[in-house]
Every structure is written in structure tokens, then in C-alpha cells.
């Protein structure tokens, strides 16, 4: 397994190669951190990295890796000297999306996101969102949260709107023989109220 420092690393370098070095800062990472987390529960049903992340006054942070670089507070963060990420394809694609989809946004608009998003508002157990905390963001909450993080990312993309639209004129124009009884509509809408 690897650590949230390596996939902290894989960001920041990232955020080199793209061009947005001057955005790439601790806070920044640790929203990345996160989502990186979400999505990866969500897809494999085991974290990312085995660090946990906690629900702080400004968002979700991983700890190990906000230590790492808290000299730096708001200041762009260095390109690292460790090597970044090289073993698994199937890692490397979930960063790569991450990044894509996440590392448009500037840390501000990444803490807000998190503010909104139920994980953090759980741990936080009703304190204000200025009150400092430490509390643990539980996995199973930011799988949840992954899998409403992949339907979004899913939607957003441009092809999607097509994609349905052809799904849609295929299932409405095919000639299938199979009709169904009010019956059993009734009760396949029922199964979905369950």
C-alpha cells in the first residue's frame, strides 16, 4: 500500500508538469488527499493509503502529509525529491482523474466543497465550522461520498448528455417483443421506494 505522502508527491508534481505550480499548496493537497481516498473506496473497496484523514476547521487533512509541508501554509510547496507513484496502472488512472476533475480547483473552492459534503459535517458532529477538531473521517463515509463523486464526474463529462440521448433513442426505438403488465411495473416501482 502506498502512503498519503506518495500520493501528496504525485499531486505536486502534477501541478508542475500542468503549469499550476503557484497553485499547489498544503491545503490544496489535502482536499486531493481526500477525494483521492473517496474515489479509491469507492472503486476498490480499500483505502487508498492508510493514513487517516481528519475533519479540520478548513476541510478534510491527512496528517502525516499537512506536517510534511506546514511550513509552507499558504506558499506554493516544493517539487518533491522522492519518486512518485510507478507501480500500479489502476492507481495511476485514479490520480490522473482525480487530478483532472479536482486539481481545477483552487483550494479555497476545494475546502468549501468539503464543507458541503457529509463526511466532514458527520465527523465534525455539529460543531461550527470554525471550531477546530481532530475527529476521524470514518472510510465507509467517504465511500459513500466516492460514489457520488463518480456520478458527478460522470455527468460533467461533455460526452455524457450523448451518451444518454443514443442509450435513450436505442431503447425507444428497439423492436422488442417483451412488454410488461401494469403489475409489474407497480411492483418495480414499489422495490425502488423500499
Known amino acids: 500500500m502506498i502512503s498519503c505522502l506518495d500520493v501528496a508527491n504525485y499531486f505536486i508534481k502534477k501541478a508542475y508538469e500542468d503549469g499550476l505550480e503557484n497553485d499547489i499548496t498544503n491545503m490544496k493537497v489535502q482536499k486531493l488527499l481526500y477525494y483521492a481516498q473517496s474515489l479509491h473506496l469507492a472503486l476498490y473497496d480499500e483505502p487508498l493509503f492508510a493514513e487517516e484523514i ?52 483552487h483550494a479555497y473552492q476545494l475546502s468549501s466543497m468539503t464543507h458541503t459534503e457529509f463526511p466532514w459535517k458527520k465527523a465534525r458532529k455539529g460543531l461550527p465550522s470554525e471550531a477546530p477538531s481532530r475527529e476521524p473521517i470514518s472510510l465507509a463515509d467517504m465511500k459513500q461520498l466516492g460514489y457520488a463523486k463518480l456520478e458527478q464526474i460522470e455527468r460533467d463529462n461533455p460526452a455524457y448528455p450523448l451518451a444518454i440521448k443514443s442509450a435513450l433513442q436505442s431503447a425507444l426505438t428497439s423492436n422488442s417483443q417483451q412488454h410488461n403488465t401494469e403489475g409489474e411495473i407497480r411492483d418495480w416501482l414499489d422495490s425502488l421506494l423500499e
Open 54 to 105: 481528519q475533519a479540520w476547521r478548513y476541510g478534510p487533512v491527512c496528517y502525516p502529509a499537512y506536517k510534511k509541508y506546514s511550513e509552507f501554509e499558504e506558499k506554493q510547496l516544493p517539487v518533491p525529491k522522492e519518486n512518485v507513484i510507478s507501480d500500479a496502472e489502476e492507481i495511476q488512472e485514479l490520480l490522473e482523474e482525480v487530478w483532472e476533475y479536482f486539481g481545477r480547483y
